[in-house]
């Protein structure tokens, strides 16, 4: 498949901007100015980019916890501003407006995000049940973790997909890691995608750090599922480069202190396998990219981050009101 140079620039300045938001708020805990926690994705920065280039706008997106969103609401259209305001407990000017976060989230086609790993899976097909009677085309993409795949509600989901046709794109990111447990160890078979098997619904294993692999893969399931074929479960390979959640061991063993799950050397091994810096050196050997591009690239990204980060503090703090405005309507 061979891509215009304007989307390759686009894949490449988003993975960049998505980084830059992730470092921002890793560094927002220690400044005590995110007000809950973090769950950061570096590393996973091509799939979410790639993934939600295959969309139209009037599709629906369902995300997971891991980088709270950020890999797929940004790429999306959602501004650094209102995600950053988030975490901070401000409510900035577009989002106010709005009738909160909430409202802001579904305008782009995001539902939103549950109280619990996994509980968004029979939503996202109660939403596909929606699109297929609507009858316009809509596809529903349902990206989720591999620690996810242990819920009931996961393999609901699935069935009820496969027996109703349902316009659904199931996106599994394999990161080889739960909360704390491998998957290797909770998981008895190599590819996740396997289970998709039992349910009579097609499926690809993936390179999640090749971000025109994954866009490939997701354009074709979107493509067949929005001409009625039914839903596609695709398996991301990728990688996350920090711990569970930021202030928190790096995936210790839980009840062993000090021991490591993941050996350092696995670690440094998929570092040199970066999505960025892949993408980076594939761009600057065909020309699409310079050094000057580059260099200004990730001048914007930060600047963008930086600029962001002042008008969310400036924000006033969300007040009670405002999840009222944003959850219920006459």
């Known amino acids: 498949m061979e891509l215009p140079k304007e989307l390759l620039i686009k894949f490449y300045t988003d993975m960049v901007r998505v980084r830059k938001l992730d470092e921002l708020l890793i560094k927002g805990i220690y400044a005590g100015k995110v007000v809950s926690f973090y769950h950061s994705g570096l590393g996973q920065e091509a799939v979410g980019v790639a993934a939600c280039a295959t969309?139209?706008?009037?599709?629906?997106?369902?995300?997971?916890?891991?980088s709270h969103g950020t890999n797929k609401c940004l790429p999306r259209g959602m501004s650094a501003e209102c995600l950053i305001a988030e975490h901070y407990g401000k409510v900035n000017g577009s989002c106010k407006g709005m009738?909160?976060?909430?409202?802001?989230?579904?305008?782009?086609?995001?539902?939103?995000?549950?109280?619990?790993?996994?509980?968004?899976?029979?939503?996202?097909?109660?939403?596909?049940?929606?699109?297929?009677?609507?009858?316009?085309?809509?596809?529903?993409?349902?990206?989720?973790?591999?620690?996810?795949?242990?819920?009931?509600?996961?393999?609901?989901?699935?069935?009820?997909s496969a027996n109703w046709?349902?316009?659904?794109?199931?996106?599994?990111?394999?990161?080889?890691?739960?909360?704390?447990?491998?998957?290797?160890?909770?998981?008895?078979?190599?590819?996740?995608?396997?289970?998709?098997?039992?349910?009579?619904?097609?499926?690809?294993?993936?390179?999640?750090?090749?971000?025109?692999?994954?866009?490939?893969?997701?354009?074709?399931?979107?493509?067949?599922?929005?001409?009625?074929?039914?839903?596609?479960?695709?398996?991301?390979?990728?990688?996350?480069?920090?711990?569970?959640?930021?202030?928190?061991?790096?995936?210790?063993?839980?009840?062993?202190?000090?021991?490591?799950?993941?050996?350092?050397?696995?670690?440094?091994?998929?570092?040199?396998?970066?999505?960025?810096?892949?993408f980076r050196k594939k761009m600057l050997e065909q020309g699409v990219l310079n050094q000057t591009d580059i260099e200004r690239i990730d001048h914007e990204a930060a600047q963008e981050m930086e600029e962001a980060e002042k008008l969310a503090i400036e924000s006033p703090i969300a007040e009670p009101e405002i999840l009222e405005k944003a959850l219920y309507a006459d």
């Open 99 to 160: 009738g909160g976060i909430v409202a802001c989230h579904m305008k782009l086609g995001i539902p939103g995000f549950p109280g619990t790993v996994g509980g968004y899976f029979t939503v996202a097909a109660g939403m596909a049940i929606a699109a297929k009677m609507r009858g316009k085309g809509q596809v529903v993409l349902c990206d989720f973790g591999d620690g996810a795949t242990g819920r009931g509600t996961f393999h609901t989901a699935m069935l009820m």
């Open 165 to 278: 046709k349902l316009p659904v794109i199931w996106l599994c990111e394999n990161n080889l890691m739960g909360q704390w447990v491998p998957i290797k160890i909770a998981y008895p078979k190599e590819n996740i995608a396997d289970l998709a098997f039992g349910y009579g619904i097609p499926s690809a294993i993936v390179d999640g750090q090749d971000v025109i692999t994954v866009y490939e893969a997701v354009s074709e399931a979107v493509e067949k599922t929005r001409n009625g074929g039914g839903p596609t479960f695709l398996e991301c390979k990728t990688y996350r480069y920090r711990g569970h959640s930021e202030g928190r061991p790096l995936d210790l063993q839980a009840g062993v202190p000090g021991k490591p799950v993941r050996d350092p050397e696995e670690i440094a091994k998929w570092k040199e396998r970066d999505p960025i810096e892949l």
């Open 55 to 66: 969309l139209r706008k009037d599709d629906y997106l369902f995300y997971n916890h891991r």
